[in-house]
Nanobody, 127 residues
Framework: QVQLVESGGGLVQPGGSLRLSCAASGFRLHRYAVGWFRQASGKEREGVASISTNDGSDNYGAPFYTDSVKGRFTISRDTAKNTVYLQMNNLKPEDTAVYYC???????????????WGQGTQVTVSS
């Protein structure tokens, strides 16, 4: 079965860290751009981070980040595990959201560039 499964969410205090995992089954994840998106309650989905394929003008593994997470979040691949990670440090209450991973053929932070999505994992940052 072809699927994406997110894991690693939970409840953390401000300043804490979480590592989210996006594990792919049935296809090679590294052949696609992978994006992390989040949707807070009552808000629109926004792009958080993405990592590129080795096709096109981008370097393989080149990351993109929304400004609000630069310096705090890191996206990376583990090809052997067919998994992409989002390391989240110095978490803030405004990071609270359901986090989704998705694949597409174009890197970036626009949700409409991605066509295959996981079901999401909840991240809550609160004292």
């Amino acid at each position: 079965q072809v699927q994406l499964v997110e894991s690693g969410g939970g409840l953390v205090q401000p300043g804490g860290s979480l590592r989210l995992s996006c594990a792919a089954s049935g296809f090679r994840l590294h052949r696609y751009a992978v994006g992390w998106f989040r949707q807070a309650s009552g808000k629109e989905r926004e792009g958080v981070a993405s990592i590129s394929t080795n096709d096109g003008s981008d370097n393989y593994g080149a990351p993109f980040y929304t400004d609000s997470v630069k310096g705090r979040f890191t996206i990376s691949r583990d090809t052997a595990k067919n998994t992409v990670y989002l390391q989240m440090n110095n978490l803030k209450p405004e990071d609270t959201a359901v986090y989704y991973c998705a694949t597409g053929d174009s890197p970036g932070l626009r949700s409409f560039d991605y066509n295959f999505w996981g079901q999401g994992t909840q991240v809550t940052v609160s004292s």
